[in-house]
């Protein structure tokens, strides 16, 4: 099976920024902890102040849905759904 890789950016209200930035932190941690994650990175861009550039790899697409699956009922999940997410998945 092929790897499967996430590049993009999300964008977050003024409003929101503090509390995402600060949750960051573990929303990286147990993504990187997952057994399928080759890579993640999540970094805030120099385009804008309220983005964040995204890049995921995982080893192949049942990694991938894992990972979709557990961040929609995790507490990332649910304080980002107002988050604007721009993407493309490849693989």
């Not at 600060?22 to 993504?31: G, H």
């Not at 995982?58 to 997410?85: D, I, L, P």
Request: aromatic share 10%; with cysteine; glycine share 6%.
């Amino acid at each position: 099976m092929s790897k499967v890789t996430l590049k993009g950016f999300v964008l977050v209200s003024e409003s929101e920024f503090e509390i995402v930035k600060a949750e960051l932190v573990n929303y990286k941690r147990l993504t990187l902890e997952e057994s399928g994650c080759i890579h993640f990175r999540v970094t805030e861009s120099p385009i804008s102040s309220l983005r964040f550039d995204v890049y995921e790899e995982f080893k192949n697409k049942a990694a991938f849905g894992h990972h979709q699956n557990r961040v929609k009922v995790s507490y990332w999940g649910k304080m980002t759904e107002n988050v604007e997410r721009h993407s493309e998945i490849i693989g």
